[in-house]
């Protein structure tokens, strides 16, 4: 084994970059939604929240996961009660689907030389929703905040991983989509950093990231170089 690589979830191994507000916003819209993106992403956080709180949330997998929280959201916006909850969850999940297929080619492939694990902040229920997504296999642990009950950028939850036993830790990656909860706490634990982001997004710190990139399937080129 060449070390660990620990990946981000959303907006990392489900898509290149893009949050899952900012997703569903698009397969709301697609469906007829009306409202702008700023007003929407007030309405969507809270229903974030209430996600959180969802009794049984612990026990969804990814497609039930999608629902409850197109649930939620469509009662919070202002044209939300109108709109068709099914199509909505529908259009999401197939474009989540799509990216975490074409995925699972670098993971396939990496899982050969490499550790994997995720660090994400998440529901409880990550370990459920990477097996219905296929690609649970690949992982060797997932701390999944929900469970572990340190969310990140709190360093502890990426030393949960760092110390789960049998892990070859050293050198270890962390790929994420998020400047201020991935990059910048797994830096200050000394692993090397791969941000996903669009190029217009500027980094706030020297001599950080180790690399990015715009596309996940270019991680095995930066890996290897
Ligand atoms: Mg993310």
Not at 33 to 48: H, I, V, W
Not at 133 to 158: C, E, H, W
Not at 193 to 199: E, F, R
Request: with cysteine; proline share 4%; net charge neutral.
């Amino acid at each position: 084994m060449r070390g660990l690589v620990l990946f981000d979830f959303g907006g990392t191994l489900d898509a290149d970059g893009s949050r899952w507000s900012v997703r569903f916003h698009a397969a709301y819209q697609a469906a007829g939604g009306k409202q702008a993106f700023a007003a929407f992403d007030r309405a969507f956080r809270e229903s974030d929240r209430a996600l959180e709180r969802l009794s049984g949330i612990e026990r969804l997998g990814f497609r039930a996961m999608v629902d409850a929280q197109t649930a939620l959201l469509l009662p919070r916006l202002t044209d939300g009660a109108g709109l068709p909850a099914r199509t909505i969850a529908d259009h999401f999940h197939t474009a989540t689907c799509a990216v975490v297929r074409r995925n699972e080619v670098l993971l396939q492939q990496l899982h050969q030389s490499y550790h994997l694990g995720v660090v994400s902040n998440f529901t409880g229920n990550l370990e459920l929703c990477l097996e219905e997504l296929g690609v649970m296999r690949y992982f060797a642990v997932v701390a999944d905040s929900g469970r572990v009950g340190i969310t990140k950028p709190d360093p502890r939850l990426f030393q949960h991983a760092l110390g789960w036993p049998g892990l070859v830790s050293t050198p270890a990656w962390m790929v994420g989509d998020n400047y201020d909860s991935d990059i910048r706490p797994a830096a200050a634990l000394g692993l090397s950093t791969v941000w996903l982001a669009p190029a217009s997004e500027k980094p706030r710190d020297k001599n950080l990231p180790t690399a990015r990139i715009s596309t996940l399937s270019d991680l095995a080129r930066v890996l290897d170089s």
